[in-house]
């Protein structure tokens, strides 16, 4: 039987992300239930902490993309709430298009170029 990769991340970086998921809640929560004041003001700490996450995670090329694609699309689902709760979301929620965008772009930027390289790299230094 092959032996099985593992793939670890610290301790400190999963309670940073256990944290970011309750902040992503709450805002989405206020979202839902029209609590306009705390769905805004968790907007600030949610990107805040998806950025610190993207940055902690920034030398494992899988985590910063997929990191990024995160920070974008919570950018785009912020938009959109404020877009709601302004009352401009029937036309200028198509705007929110262009952060989704970008966090597909860094999506298939990984899967499609940076993790085919990978693949092909590893199998040049260990060959079976």
Not at 31 to 36: E, G
Not at 70 to 95: P, Q, T
């Amino acid at each position: 039987m092959s032996e099985m990769k593992m793939y670890c991340i610290p301790e400190r970086f999963r309670k940073t992300e256990n944290l970011h998921i309750l902040f992503w809640l709450f805002k989405d929560i206020s979202w839902a239930m029209l609590w306009k004041p705390l769905g805004i003001a968790m907007i600030v700490p949610t990107i805040s902490v998806a950025l610190l996450i993207t940055w902690q995670t920034r030398k494992i090329k899988a985590e910063l993309f997929h990191n990024l694609a995160v920070v974008f699309w919570i950018c785009a689902n912020a938009m959109w709430m404020l877009l709601e709760f302004s009352g401009n979301d029937e036309y200028y929620r198509k705007y929110t298009a262009i952060p989704f965008g970008i966090g597909l772009f860094f999506i298939l930027s990984y899967y499609l170029y940076i993790l085919p390289k990978e693949k092909r790299r590893e199998k040049l230094l260990n060959p079976v």
